[in-house]
T-cell receptor, first 113, second 115 residues
């Protein structure tokens, strides 16, 4: 079964606004990753946060992780029309050493110019 | 350094035919993952391979699906006797390490349509 659940499922904002997407998961993790997928394309890795980290930044992206609540959030600041895409969180289990990603259902973000 | 390459990008098959999807990992990467994405859904793990070994196939359907990653050449995901429910986008990803802390690099995917 899928590990993550994301909300909202869809988000529509104006250019320049901030976008926040949330991800919840069910079991313990080694790390949590966020990916972007433009329509009809492959996935692009955005950021990885390890289970012992609470916050991480990369450019206009800010990711938080709360392992006690088994949740993560992705904040995109000063959004641009080019940020329009689907965003997925994915977790990696601490056991097994296979590194397989368990994806959430995704949030579809539309940034209106 | 070329990224992960997948071919074909689009594949149309009739019910009962075979589909062969190819994935060439990034140079220097020896770990390959296959994922399937149904319309409007997230990706679901299918199989993880290293050269000549299947490490984890817990996401593979029990019948009709097989995967290989030979010593030479690309990784192949093979679907025999395709059915309409196999219609999906199939993504391959590669990584240099598989200890759960490395980024996976995704290919552009193969979109399979079963008529």
């Amino acid at each position: 079964s899928q590990q993550g659940e994301e909300d909202p499922q869809a988000l529509s904002i104006q250019e320049g606004e901030n976008a926040t997407m949330n991800c919840s998961y069910k079991t313990s993790i080694n790390n949590l990753q966020w990916y972007r997928q433009n329509s009809g394309r492959g996935l692009v890795h955005l950021i990885l946060i390890r289970s012992n980290e609470r916050e991480k930044h990369s450019g206009r992206l800010r990711v938080t992780l709360d392992t006690s609540k088994k949740s993560s959030s992705l904040l995109i600041t000063a959004s641009r029309a080019a940020d329009t895409a689907s965003y997925f969180c994915a977790t990696v289990s601490p056991s097994g050493n296979t590194g397989k990603l368990i994806f959430g259902q995704g949030t579809t973000l539309q940034v209106k110019p | 350094n070329a990224g992960v390459m997948q071919n074909p990008r689009h594949l149309v098959r009739r019910r009962g035919q075979e589909a062969r999807l190819r994935c060439s990992p990034m140079k220097g990467h020896s770990h390959v993952y296959w994922y399937r994405q149904l319309p409007e859904e997230g990706l679901k793990f299918m199989v993880y391979l290293q050269k000549e070994n299947i490490i984890d196939e817990s996401g593979m359907p029990k019948e009709r699906f097989s995967a290989e990653f030979p010593k030479e050449g690309p990784s192949i995901l093979r679907i025999q006797q395709v059915v309409r429910g196999d219609s999906a986008a199939y993504f391959c990803a590669s990584s240099p390490l598989a200890i759960g802390t490395d980024t996976q690099y995704f290919g552009p995917g193969t979109r399979l349509t079963v008529l």
